[in-house]
């Protein structure tokens, strides 16, 4: 390979996502092995004196393009340096490179309105032909005597407008909308507002910040957020505002770069990225996490150790230990452990890149990325030095300041008479290499070998050391490398990588010796030469045994096998059409290069030949002008293809093209302006064939007045009106019909007349802002932006409800206007203006007062009322009175009582009071009331968890004096019954409650228990003689029939006889009666 010095060129490098800001000290991102570039264009007006960005807008029609190309690692004569410039794939210039490889471009007619990608290739003749591959495109959008903000497009100036823009993966910005996540914490807030205005940004209800609109009604604004959901909306002074963004701030764990002892990597550099290969000791990694918190590192299952997350989510672990050689899965978890990134996969072999590489490597490729600043003064090492040999030097080294007194390894040579120097990641076929450097003058530095110690020198007055090891160093393999340094007092350098190769013998260089066009070998070609085979082989010869790796310029393309006589043989690959550069390389050792030219034929390029208006009876020349929408093209291609028709960038149809080589093809409908019409098929473009379409434009619609619904006042933008209909007119195309909008919904339509004129009534309009459009034929009016605040109204207060609460507690009986009661103290409730005090009225006197909340409702107890009728009504304060709700107040109604409860069931048995228990489950309730009326009898059951259920248990009669009793159909359920009854007049009764248990009267075991409590209730008079039954006999016993006391087992008791059991949970007494079965109760 060659190893003369490379210059780098220089890339825009993004500040942030709203400003550019360029360096040209930085490495261009071109494409791999594309030894040309587009560095920067000129700017224009919009952005001031300095650049136009990669992908921005510009005003500026005439930019100027710089470049670079690598003149001397092409291995071309550098008086053939013609650099093809290409806008949108169409040739629009070439320029000469001066001697190193600087070119530059501007177009000599103005640039049309619209994006250009600009490209350019390198070639050796003017032709173009054995050009290189095209450069990364070069996007400058142009818009004369216009300026675009990065981002979204925004609206006119005066309306509230936000945009939410993430610039984390995008340099022009992307926008959010609801439910996005992004991955850092600074988003861009843009928008328009009215020039000159504040506008306050909120977070759901938290204000963040405040911008003041610039003179063109634009600002923006970029606020640090936390991680979490935030609801973004942007807000005027009088509380107008957007509709919220809603979206996600979420960092991720993630491990987005690999440090070693050169310094940091991020993404392929050194071949640091997930799935490749590190070279280096000294690893430390680099991510991102949530802010403030602290992340473990893992390697596989084993803990690499802990880091600090900063403010801004980035993490930095420099590890203690190196790794090992071998595979790693290095992962980052949270510190809950509930979140693992995804495995960042490395390879640690300590293997640097063969040596004879050097030669393509800059500075920046010697130093690593976290050293770019190496001799900055707040590094403290203003005097330290970098030797430069191998690389591009002129000088033994660089020093800034006086001598260093860090010592540094400025030279290594292979052998004794120090002819032969190393450069970092050489392989040295000695074992006692020299090595020669620099320290503090008169001190001892140390030599190291990794761990291990090599030895000391003296360093002498001058500042200089040599050394070389009297014990030899081992041969490397693959996975093995010496790392050397040297320390003192003052510190310690820079590893100085090293291989060793003791069994290496000199051998020829490999050799092309070689080349032929196609497979066959029917033509050898010479270097510099010209074949019409897209594919070539290569013969040559090398160390025999060895492997060959075949490049193209900086690519490899294959690998051959030489044979025990040192030969080999290759077929290369597909070649393009242009130049290449053959080169072998086995063992860190290059051939000299073989230059071919392949001239494969190419089918013409498709060619736009004519241009007619749509009817054919008029041919457009280029940069002429139609005043048809529509088109004809008439060209050539390759016969029996298929040609694709662009404007611009975007295609518009395809045309078959016949077997004669000729096809033709209708326009779509173009709009007013200039077209730039390319023909492409299989990859070749045609020149662009531009016209200008000037169709005659109706005037859009607009919208001349807004008035109040009634028409009696002219509503002016950006004011208020207090309707909500409003009246509009206005004018569009005649006898059209025009769509309203309000905003981007349609809310009605117009017939215009034959004069061009339109009206039209508004629905009804919600309050807040509202901009008006109409449209027509796909042309829309400016917009007319107004606000709708209706005056407000005080509500007039109601009566909602009105309730008596006679008897039972907690009832409350609803009355309606007009309603008969007892209650001479009912609640009443209702609405009014909330906050205010509504006065009460019974007709014409004042009764009371109540207190409206925040809510609009009130409630109050009216004070005692007096038998008769009442027509009550409040009244605000503003004098709005209620509709009267009528009473008749009846205090003499006889009210209803419960007085007893029977219990018949058991051994207790009788009359209970209020708050009695009772065992039978159908008690009967007795009661007063109006002679000859009908009583309600209402239960509300609490059961044994708490629970309320109150209902109707049922009706009763009340008899001609006055008494009335009930028996429930239904079993009273275990539990406190609250009964209350009430008379048709909703007159009520107190409370009479009854407690239902039945296990308070069962006995815990048979203890004494006599025939009546064995016996049913209806066998009671089993022995008397009435039932002819003499010979009836009872026997009683427990379940296990064993003797208890003196009753045993199927012993016969006689009536009145008692049975005594302890401790007996249950008995069986048998009862038989002639001529029937037994029947057995159990106790």
Known sequence: MSDTPTKLPAQPIYDSGLSDVYSTEAAASAVPGTPVSIVRADGGEDLGPGYIADGTTTDNVLPRLVGTADILD?????????????????????????????WEYQPSLPLSTGEHHFTAEFSKYPDGLGGSPASAPYTIDVEPASVTMPGPALTEQGELVLHVVSYETNPRGDELHNGDSVGYLHPSLQGTAVAGSWVTIM?????????????????????????????????????????????????????????????????NQHGQESGGTIAYPGQGFGGKAHPGSVVTLMDGDHELGHAQVDRNGSWVLKLDTDLSPGEHHITVVSADGNEVSQSFDINYVPNPPAHGDVGSLSLNDVLGTGEGEL??????????????????????????????????????????????????????????????????PNSLVELWDGGKSLGTAQVDGDGNWSFTPTEPLADTTPSTIHFLFVSSDAGASDWFPLFVDTHWSVEEPPMIGHVYDGADSSHEIGSMGTTHDSRVKLEGTAKAGSTVTIYDGHTPIGTAQVDGNGHWVFDTP???????????????????????????????????????????????????????????????AKAGSTVTIYDGYTPIGTSPVDGQGHWTFDTPSLGNGGHTLIAKVDGQSSTQFLIIVQVPVTPPPMIGHLYDADGS????????????????????????????????TPIGTAQVDGNGRWMFDTPELVSGGHTLTVSVDGQSSSQFSFIVQPAYVTPTPEINQV??????????????????????????AGTGLANSIVTIYDGNALIGTAKVNNAGHWGTT????????????????????????????????????IAYAHDDVGATQGNLASGGTTDDTHATLHGTGAPNSVVTIYDRFVDSAGGSHTGIAGTAEV????????????????????????????????????????????????????????LGTGESDLFAMDHNHDNAQLSVHDVEAVAMNDVAANASATNGASVTAHDVAALNANLVLPHEQMHTHVM
């Open 74 to 102: 092409i291995g071309w004569d550098d008086a053939d340096r013609w650099i093809t410039i290409m806008d949108n794939g169409v040739v629009v210039g070439q320029v000469l490179a001066d001697h190193f490889g600087n």
């Open 959 to 1014: 008899d001609g004096s006055g008494r009335w009793s009930f028996t429930p159909n239904a079993e009273l359920e275990y539990g406190t019954h609250h009964f209350t009854v009430a008379a048709s007049d909703s007159n009520y009764s107190q409370v009479f409650t009854l407690v239902v248990d039945l296990d308070s009267w069962i006995p815990n075991h048979a203890d004494t228990l006599s025939l009546n409590d064995v």
């Open 713 to 744: 006042h002219e509503i002016g933008a950006m004011t208020t009106t207090h309707g909500s209909h409003v009246k509009l007119e206005g004018t569009a195309k005649a006898d059209s019909i025009v769509t309203i909008y309000d905003r981007n």
């Open 375 to 440: 001799f900055a003064t707040d590094h403290t090492h203003d005097n330290a030095q970098l030797s430069t040999h191998g690389v591009e030097a002129t000088d033994d080294s660089v020093t800034n300041g006086v001598q260093a007194k860090m010592p540094a390894i400025t030279h290594i040579y292979d052998d004794a008479d120090l002819s032969q120097e190393l450069g970092r990641g050489d392989t040295a076929h000695s074992a006692y290499p020299t090595l020669r450097g620099t320290g503090e």
């Open 803 to 828: 309730q008596e609460h006679l008897g039972t507690p907690n009832y409350h009986g609803e009355l309606t206007s007009g309603a008969t009661t007892a209650d001479g103290h009912p609640l009443m």
């Open 203 to 267: 977070d759901g209800a938290t204000e963040v910040c405040k911008v003041q609109a610039g003179a063109d009604g634009r600002w923006i604004i970029d606020p640090r957020l936390s991680e979490g959901h935030h609801s973004l909306s942007a807000m005027f002074a009088d509380g107008t505002a957007t509709a919220p963004v809603d979206f996600t701030v979420n960092i991720p764990l993630s491990i987005v770069v690999v440090y070693d002892n050169l310094g940091g990597s991020p993404a």
């Open 862 to 897: 009216l004070p005692d009322l007096g038998d008769g009728v009442h027509n009550i009504s409040v009244v605000s304060a503003d004098g709005k009175a209620s509709a009267p709700f009528v009473l008749v107040v009846e205090h003499s109604v006889a009210q209803p009582t």
């Open 574 to 636: 597909s070649l393009g059409n242009g130049g290449h550069t053959l080169i072998v390389e086995v063992d860190g050792q290059s051939s000299a290069q073989f230059l071919i030219i392949v001239q494969v034929p190419v089918t013409p390029p498709p060619i736009i030949g004519h241009v007619y208006d749509a009817d054919g009876s008029h041919e457009i020349g280029s940069m002429g002008t139609t005043h048809d929408s529509h088109v004809k093209l008439e060209g050539t």
